[in-house]
């Protein structure tokens, strides 16, 4: 059994930054990929953000240059550095990872419950 706690969200003017971590906990499972998806009022989840256990990152076209996802994988924990926020950034923001349990060769996909990031002057 996992679970996905997120942290770091809330009220920021735009154009400041905001800090998300996202740690995986529980036992017998191992960490692949990691990433951040978002979801406006109305609007599907989108991806924001991917990072695989060896480091190679991908990006939405819409926070390019912006945002940065890195990982500490001794605390199994994925990060989003969120810089020159906007209003449209505003979003509950959920974070995803690829577990593969101890003793299969099959990966199971887990979610946080999300972190509200809001963008307002």
């Known amino acids: 059994q996992v679970q996905l706690v997120e942290s770091g969200g809330g009220l920021v003017q735009p154009g400041g930054s905001l800090r998300l971590s996202c740690a995986a906990s529980g036992s017998n499972f191992a960490v692949n990929a990691m990433g951040w998806h978002r979801q406006a009022p109305g609007k599907q989840r989108e991806l924001v953000a991917t990072?695989?256990?060896?480091?190679?990152?991908l990006y939405a076209d819409s926070v390019k240059g912006r945002f940065t996802i890195s990982r500490d994988n001794a605390k199994n924990t994925v990060y989003l550095q969120m810089n020159s926020l906007k209003p449209e950034d505003t979003a509950v923001y959920y974070c995803n990872a690829q577990i593969k349990p101890v003793g299969t060769n099959y990966n199971t996909y887990y979610w946080g419950l999300g972190t509200q990031v809001t963008v307002s002057s």
């Open positions: 990072i695989s256990s060896g480091g190679r990152t």
